[in-house]
């Protein structure tokens, strides 16, 4: 989980990073939050987002999101509007960066690939995954 800021550094929400496996190999890694953090009033983007990410040689740094500068990377739910969830491509660099992201087998399965459960068919899973990090080691249900 990180924490999404402003300009002024003021907390606007949360958000986390998940990833989905390429076939090339390694992973891209999207930052996951609600539309309502990162848009105005109005609906638009926000010109200035951050995020804080942990340095692996500690303390934190705040990473800018350009949302309105960087459509291409946006994954959204343009049509269904009643869909408050966004994501944004991130990729943050994991020789400076201490987190960890949650892949896509956590989210689906190859039964559901394959049986092209798509939006809009009712679903419900259950989510467990480990966290192995040098700082904290739990599981979360």
Do not use: W
């Amino acid at each position: 989980m990180t924490f999404v800021f402003d300009l002024s550094e003021k907390p606007l929400g949360t958000g986390f990073l998940a990833s989905i496996k390429l076939e090339i190999g390694g992973y891209a890694v999207y930052f996951v939050t609600a539309k309502h953090v990162v848009q105005d009033r109005s609906g638009k983007y926000r010109d200035n987002i951050f995020i804080r990410l942990n340095l692996i040689k500690g303390y934190s740094e705040l990473i800018g999101l350009p949302f309105t500068y960087a459509p291409e990377h946006i994954l959204t739910h343009d049509k269904e509007e009643n869909i408050d969830l966004v994501a944004y491509l991130l990729n943050p660099p994991q020789d400076r960066y201490d987190y960890l992201h949650i892949p896509q087998d956590y989210f689906t399965d190859t039964k559901i690939l394959h049986d092209n459960i798509l939006e809009k068919v009712q679903t419900h899973f259950s989510l467990a995954f480990s966290i192995n990090s040098p700082r904290m080691k739990e599981t979360i249900l």
